[in-house]
């Protein structure tokens, strides 16, 4: 009996040791399960900081390529301002060099009116020249002719006075010869002019 006693005592601790452990296991399996849930809560949390990190890299990337963009935008308004300016120099330029092409078109005919205008001086002067030298040819021929007349004029009164000087006697002779002498020098006077002067 004693014997069945302390093995009922073993049993009932045993019993009992088994009961704290099973209590110990509850609490360990509650325990358990409470870690389970906030596993899967950190789980959920790992997975959102994930994406969450995915989406700050793709952010990163966008705002590198805005940063890009931004000094591609810079660029092109430079460049913009630039070539707005050198159209506006262009502009200016065209306008001058269109005010150039109409002043040397200007010049241009004023040059040749003028070319014409000296040709035709040119030419009267040319002309005037031409009839200038023809009147002296002529005046000279006259002023020859006439030197030539007037040296025979003075030989032949240089003539007629040394035939003035005869005798008196000789009176209607001499008128007779004078007569004669005068109408010989106006019939030679007139024939040693030129056709124009007769």
Do not use: W
């Amino acid at each position: 009996l004693q014997d069945y006693r302390a093995k009922l005592d073993v049993l009932r601790e045993d019993n009992e040791n088994l009961l704290k452990r099973n209590d110990d296991l509850m609490v360990l399996a509650g325990d358990a399960r409470n870690f389970k849930d906030e596993l899967d809560i950190l789980r959920n949390k790992c997975e959102k900081m994930t994406k969450l990190e995915s989406t700050i890299d793709a952010y990163k990337i966008k705002l590198e390529e805005m940063s890009d963009l931004r000094q591609q935008i810079k660029y092109l308004e430079e460049t913009n301002l630039r070539l707005f300016d050198e159209k506006a120099n262009l502009e200016q330029e065209y306008k001058q060099a269109k005010l150039l092409q109409t002043q040397v078109e200007f010049h241009k005919r004023t040059n040749q009116e003028l070319y014409q205008k000296i040709s035709e001086l040119q030419r009267i002067a040319d002309k005037a020249e031409f009839e200038k030298n023809r009147t002296e040819e002529r005046l000279n021929a006259i002023n020859a002719e006439k030197n030539n007349l007037t040296n025979q004029i003075e030989l032949l009164r240089e003539t007629n006075e040394k035939l003035s000087g005869v005798n008196l006697d000789e009176a209607d002779g001499t008128t007779n010869s004078n007569d004669q002498l005068t109408g010989s020098l106006e019939d030679l006077n007139f024939l040693n002019l030129p056709a124009d002067v007769r």
